[in-house]
Nanobody, 124 residues
């Protein structure tokens, strides 16, 4: 069993910063991509940022230059540093991981895992 646990959400004023963290735990053989999605009220879930195992990154146009995704492979953790936050960034943020579970190469299993979500509210 593999799970993702997010932390770091909360209430922040426009222009402020927050840092989200997401730690993967369980029987993990290797992690490919990790990323963050968000879903605002009444809207579909959208990609915010993703980082590959080789540290290649991709961002939604709406957050480029303001958000930075990074990962610590030793801790199986991905981070999202959010600066210059705007009210339109208000959403539930979900962590995502594309990984292999298991203990051995020949019995590893491909999985896509989601976190439970953490609420980010940007408001004065």
């Amino acid at each position: 069993q593999v799970q993702l646990v997010e932390s770091g959400g909360g209430l922040v004023q426009p222009g402020g910063s927050l840092r989200l963290s997401c730690a993967a735990s369980g029987r993990i053989f290797s992690i490919n991509a990790m990323g963050w999605y968000r879903q605002a009220p009444g809207k579909e879930r959208e990609l915010v940022a993703v980082i590959s195992s080789g540290d290649s990154t991709n961002y939604a146009d709406s957050v480029k230059g303001r958000f930075t995704i990074s990962r610590d492979n030793a801790k199986n953790t991905v981070y999202l540093q959010m600066n210059s936050l705007k009210p339109e960034d208000t959403a539930v943020y979900y962590c995502y991981a594309d990984l292999y579970s298991g203990s051995h190469y020949f019995t590893r299993r491909s999985l896509e895992v989601w976190g439970q979500g953490t609420l980010v509210t940007v408001s004065s």
